[in-house]
């Protein structure tokens, strides 16, 4: 099922797996990143080893100072590694970077072209804001985890695993104090962290973030219905609550954190604690003492160390686990599934449209927005649908070029089910004018051209021309190549309404699709857009979904849709004979009419 309802199930990976699995998309690069920073980190000790040398040398000799050739040959020995350090790790992370960018692009380009295959529904029910959190900072995230938390990664498992070889090599006394400390540090951490509840809050902290950023663009979209009614940001209350539940749940999440990330800090800086007991003991017990003192002097200058390689492994999981929640948001838009398309692809015979016993809801546990209906719209004749608001009439034109697909019934389309059509076919079968219709902010030229790429400049001039709207692109600054949403230049409604429509007449689709196609119009503007659909009807299958019932009283067949049901059909002249729906619909109309007619404004 492809458009709605229940959440993918995962077949994917998730949390750490599924990241090491994105660094397959630059695999050579990653590897050689990680092989040059754990290279790195075994030079890092270098400093160390030398430091050891140079105190065993100053304790043997001790009071005199000798061997001070050696010592400055060690001194440099630290150099060497220091500098080393550097080159390596600044090399791991240039092959990092360049790495992150190349999977950053592919995995864009991978979600850009997988969300243009869902179907509309899917994009209606998820909202703009979250998919371009997803793609713009969710993806980006995964820069970080490459570029820095990978190699990170492995110099923090490569250096402790070294440090604590070296500890025991040295003394394994110290070695296993050392140990003791860091165990007991990170069973601390554990306690502090209670694991699941910071994941449980995390999920919960980037669930508050995404509805955040799906109700600020619904708020920014809809600034001006906010300016004219006198709203403020706290009236509206959709961005208002998300707002507040995301303050909510920022809180907890951080402090499940840091809590946890104190207790570590606290316990790995006081090493000493499990080390200086130690040191007194055997240092009581020291067969020599000068090489115990060697020994235990250099176990105060290494164990700092020992804390910063390890709470960078802390900072480095922390990072992990958060790329890897946000990574999963975007694996679960990877897995809804695009419209599925029957194998084979067939073409239908004609264009006469049925419904057949078809129900449809939006929401599983929502109303049925159609409730087993079944009606045709013969091809090459005109079909309008009217009826009370919220009666089902829009998606009766969203279910035909499968916005949605239906949960029982069928629809065909020449006898032929339409998801059995190949969507290409399909989208080139139908054409629509909506109410509220779509310019981008591109030229008049290109927005009419969208209804058929490839077409002439003057096949687009024809088109304008046939939907009334060539004159006023002529009257604009810069004529057809004026860019639509350019400061200056505005259009009205019905401006908009005949752009669409020329878009429609230039797509020359069998199968048109009208909602409310007038609904912004002005007497004049009506006239002219009356004018339009008549050269775009000719021929055609026709659904024409309207309000004003005068546009319907020439439709070959009307359909009266109330509740997801139809409640009557024929034509105009039948169906006020009848006394039914209609006519109810019919009075009202001609009623709110004469109401304008006596105010004078209609
Ligand atoms: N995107 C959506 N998500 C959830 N429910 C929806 C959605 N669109 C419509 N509905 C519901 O489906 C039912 C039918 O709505 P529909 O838009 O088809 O009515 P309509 O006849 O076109 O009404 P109108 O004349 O106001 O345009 C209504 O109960 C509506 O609330
Ligand atoms: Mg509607």
């Known amino acids: 099922m492809a458009s709605k309802k229940e959440t993918p199930e995962k077949p994917y990976k998730t949390g750490l797996p599924r990241l090491m699995e994105l660094t397959k998309i630059k695999k050579g690069l990653c590897l050689i990143s990680v092989v040059l920073s754990a290279?790195?980190?075994?030079?890092?000790?270098?400093?160390?080893?030398?430091?050891?040398?140079?105190?065993?040398?100053?304790?043997?000799?001790?009071?005199?100072?000798?061997?001070?050739?050696?010592?400055?040959?060690?001194?440099?020995?630290?150099?060497?590694?220091?500098?080393?350090?550097?080159?390596?790790?600044?090399?791991?992370?240039?092959?990092?970077?360049?790495?992150?960018?190349?999977?950053?692009?592919?995995?864009?380009?991978?979600?850009?072209s997988h969300i243009v295959k869902l179907p509309i529904g899917f994009h209606i029910r998820e909202g703009s804001g979250k998919l371009r959190k997803i793609m713009d900072e969710n993806i980006e995230q995964l820069e970080g985890f490459i570029a820095h938390d990978l190699p990170d990664m492995v110099a923090a498992m490569v250096a402790p695993v070294t440090a604590i070889v070296?500890?025991?090599?040295?003394?394994?006394?110290?070695?296993?104090?050392?140990f003791a400390a860091i165990i007991v540090s990170f069973v601390l951490q554990g306690m502090a962290n209670g694991g699941q509840k910071t994941s449980d809050l995390m999920n919960v902290y980037q669930d508050a973030l995404e509805d955040m950023s799906n109700a600020s663009?619904?708020?920014?979209?809809?600034?001006?219905?906010?300016?004219?009614?006198?709203q403020t940001v706290f009236s509206f209350k959709r961005l208002h609550d998300s707002i507040q539940k995301y303050t909510d749940?920022?809180?907890?999440?951080?402090?499940?954190?840091?809590?946890?990330?104190?207790v570590l800090t606290a316990a790995l800086n006081n090493m000493y604690?499990?080390?200086?007991?130690?040191?007194?003991?055997?240092?009581?017990?020291?067969?020599?003492?000068?090489?115990?003192?060697?020994?235990?002097?250099?176990?105060?200058?290494?164990?700092?160390?020992?804390?910063?390689?390890?709470?960078?492994?802390?900072?480095?999981?922390?990072?992990?686990?958060?790329?890897?929640n946000v990574i999963e948001r975007m694996d679960m838009v990877l897995a809804e599934k695009p419209l599925t398309e029957e194998s084979g692809s067939a073409a239908p015979k004609d264009y006469e449209i049925r419904f057949d016993n078809v129900t449809f809801s939006y929401d599983?546990?929502?109303?049925?927005?159609?409730?087993?209906?079944?009606?045709?719209?013969?091809?090459?004749?005109?079909?309008?649908?009217?009826?009370?608001?919220?009666?089902?009439?829009?998606?009766?034109?969203?279910?035909?070029?499968r916005f949605y697909d239906v949960d029982e019934g069928s629809i065909t389309i020449g006898g032929t089910d339409i998801r059995r059509i190949a969507t290409k076919d399909l989208m080139d079968m139908v054409s629509f004018v909506f109410q509220d219709n779509f310019l981008f902010k591109q030229s008049i030229l290109d927005n009419i051209r969208m209804g058929r790429p490839g077409a002439s400049e003057e096949e687009v001039i024809a088109a304008a021309k046939a939907a009334q709207c060539h004159d006023f692109i002529m009257s604009l600054p810069d004529g057809y190549r004026t860019v639509f949403g350019q400061s200056g230049v505005?259009?009205?409604?019905?401006?908009?309404?005949?752009?669409?429509?020329?878009?429609?007449?230039?797509?020359?689709?069998?199968?048109?699709?009208l909602d409310e196609a007038t609904a912004f119009a002005d007497p004049e503007n009506e006239f002219l857009i009356q004018k339009a659909l008549s050269r775009l009807m000719a021929d055609k299958t026709v659904i024409m979904i309207a309000h004003r019932l005068s546009t319907v009283t020439n439709?070959?067949?009307?359909?009266?849709?109330?509740?997801?049901?139809?409640?009557?059909?024929?034509?105009?002249?039948?169906?006020?004979?009848?006394?039914?729906?209609?006519?109810?619909?019919?009075?009202?109309?001609?009623?709110?009419?004469?109401?304008?007619?006596?105010?004078?404004?209609?």
Request: aromatic share 12%; charged share 15%.
């Open 249 to 262: 749940s920022v809180i907890p999440y951080t402090l499940s954190n840091e809590n946890a990330m104190a």
């Open 217 to 230: 663009v619904e708020y920014v979209r809809g600034i001006s219905v906010v300016k004219a009614f006198n």
């Open 273 to 324: 604690l499990f080390l200086i007991p130690m040191g007194i003991y055997a240092g009581r017990h020291a067969a020599d003492y000068r090489s115990f003192l060697t020994d235990f002097l250099f176990y105060l200058l290494f164990v700092p160390a020992i804390a910063a390689i390890l709470m960078k492994v802390v900072y480095v999981m922390v990072n992990s686990m958060n790329t890897a």
């Open 364 to 401: 599983k546990d929502d109303k049925k927005a159609l409730d087993h209906i079944s009606f045709t719209i013969p091809a090459h004749q005109i079909t309008a649908i009217v009826g009370p608001s919220g009666g089902g009439k829009s998606t009766i034109a969203n279910l035909i070029p």
């Open 166 to 178: 070296i500890l025991f090599v040295i003394d394994w006394r110290f070695g296993l104090v050392t």
């Open 490 to 513: 505005k259009f009205s409604g019905g401006e908009i309404q005949r752009v669409a429509i020329a878009r429609a007449i230039l797509k020359d689709a069998p199968i048109l699709v």
């Open 39 to 112: 290279l790195a980190a075994l030079a890092s000790f270098i400093p160390y080893y030398s430091i050891y040398k140079i105190i065993a040398l100053i304790i043997q000799n001790y009071p005199e100072i000798r061997d001070t050739d050696l010592m400055l040959r060690y001194g440099l020995l630290a150099l060497g590694g220091t500098f080393l350090n550097i080159v390596l790790y600044f090399g791991a992370l240039a092959v990092s970077h360049v790495a992150a960018y190349g999977t950053l692009y592919q995995l864009k380009l991978d979600f850009a």
């Open 555 to 602: 439709a070959d067949r009307i359909l009266v849709v109330e509740n997801g049901r139809i409640a009557e059909q024929g034509r105009h002249e039948e169906l006020r004979a009848k006394n039914g729906k209609y006519s109810e619909l019919w009075a009202h109309y001609t009623q709110a009419l004469s109401w304008k007619m006596e105010r004078g404004d209609a």
